[in-house]
C-alpha cells in the first residue's frame, strides 16, 4: 500500500447488526428486488417448450391422481366439496409454498456471483424468489377458477379471506427459507435434503384429505403446528366454504411467526459470512 492510497478516505458497508427488517433499506434496493423476482422467473421457464403452461400441469396433474387414489378409490370425505375442486383447492397453497421454499432455500447460493462482488441487503435474495412463487400461484388460480365455474360453485363473502391465507403461506416459506437459505450456504447437504422434507411435510398437511379426519383432539393440536394445515384448510373454508380449520390456525400462526423470527436472527448474524462460504 502506497502513502496515496494510506491517505484516501475508506467506506466500510455491512449490515446493522440487528435481526429486525430495515424496511428503508430494502425500499431504497426495490428495483433490485424487482430485478431478482424478474430473473427467478425467466431463468424457471427458460428454454421450456411448455412454458408458462407448467404453472398450470404442475397442479392439475396431482389433482386427476389424487381424484383417482383418494377420491375414487379410498372415498375420502371432502366436506361436501366435489373431490377435484376440494383437492385443487389445497394444492394451490400448498405449491405455492412448496415452490417458494424451494426457490428461496437456494437463493443464497444461486445469487453467489451478486453476493461476493457488490454490497445489497442479503434478505433481498430469499424474498425474492418467495415473491416470484406468486407469479405461478396466479396463473394456477385461473384454474381453479375455471373448475369453480364448471362446477357451478360460487363463493360467498368470506373469498375476501383468501389473501390472509396466501400471505401466511408465503411468510411460512419466508420464515423456513431464511434458515435453510443460511444453513445451504455452510452444507450443501439441505439442497439435497429440501426436496425429501417437502414430500413429508404434502403427507403432513391436510392437501390430498380434510381435516375433519384428525378428530383426536390432543393429536388435532399437535397437528397444528404445521402452519400448512391452517393455511390449507383456511384457504378451502374461505373460497369453497369447506370445514373451518377453527382452532388448528392459532398453533401454526404462533410457530410462522417464532420460526420467522427466529429466522431473522440467524440470517442476520449468519449473513457477513456468506461472501467467503459460497
Known amino acids: ?22 424496511v428503508r433499506e430494502l425500499w431504497a434496493y426495490r428495483e433490485l428486488l424487482g430485478f431478482l423476482i424478474w430473473r427467478d422467473v425467466k431463468v424457471r421457464y427458460k428454454q421450456t417448450a411448455l412454458g408458462i403452461a407448467w404453472a398450470v400441469l404442475q397442479p392439475l396433474v396431482p389433482m386427476v391422481l389424487f381424484t383417482v387414489i383418494f377420491g375414487r378409490v379410498a372415498k375420502l370425505p371432502s366436506d361436501g366439496v366435489p373431490y377435484p375442486l376440494f383437492t385443487l383447492a389445497g394444492l394451490l397453497p400448498w405449491q405455492l409454498f412448496a415452490s417458494a421454499l424451494g426457490g428461496a432455500s437456494g437463493s443464497v447460493v444461486g445469487s453467489s456471483g451478486l453476493i461476493t462482488k ?8 430469499p424474498l425474492a424468489a418467495v415473491c416470484a412463487a406468486l ?16 362446477y357451478g360453485w360460487t363463493p360467498d363473502a368470506r ?5 390472509v391465507f396466501v400471505l401466511w403461506a408465503m411468510l411460512a416459506a419466508f420464515g423456513v427459507a431464511l434458515w435453510t437459505s443460511s444453513l445451504n450456504g455452510r452444507y450443501r447437504d439441505v439442497q439435497y435434503l429440501m426436496p425429501f422434507v417437502t414430500q413429508v411435510w404434502l403427507l403432513a398437511s391436510p392437501v390430498a384429505y380434510s381435516l375433519t379426519l384428525v378428530s383426536s383432539s390432543p393429536w388435532r393440536v399437535v397437528y397444528a403446528l404445521n402452519p400448512m394445515v391452517g393455511v390449507v384448510q383456511g384457504f378451502r373454508w374461505a373460497l369453497l366454504g369447506s370445514a373451518a380449520p377453527g382452532e388448528a390456525m392459532w398453533p401454526g400462526i404462533i ?24
Open 1 to 22: 500500500m502506497t502513502i496515496a492510497d494510506a491517505a484516501l478516505p475508506r467506506t466500510r458497508i455491512e449490515p446493522s447488526g440487528t435481526w429486525a427488517i430495515d
Open 118 to 125: 457488490v454490497y445489497f441487503p442479503r434478505l433481498i435474495t
Open 255 to 278: 410457530v410462522t411467526l417464532l420460526i420467522t423470527a427466529g429466522g431473522l436472527v440467524y440470517f442476520r448474524r449468519t449473513e457477513d459470512s456468506f461472501a467467503d462460504l459460497i
Open 135 to 150: 407469479v405461478d400461484f396466479v396463473v394456477s388460480l385461473i384454474l381453479l377458477i375455471l373448475l369453480m365455474t364448471w
Open 159 to 163: 373469498v375476501a379471506l383468501v389473501p
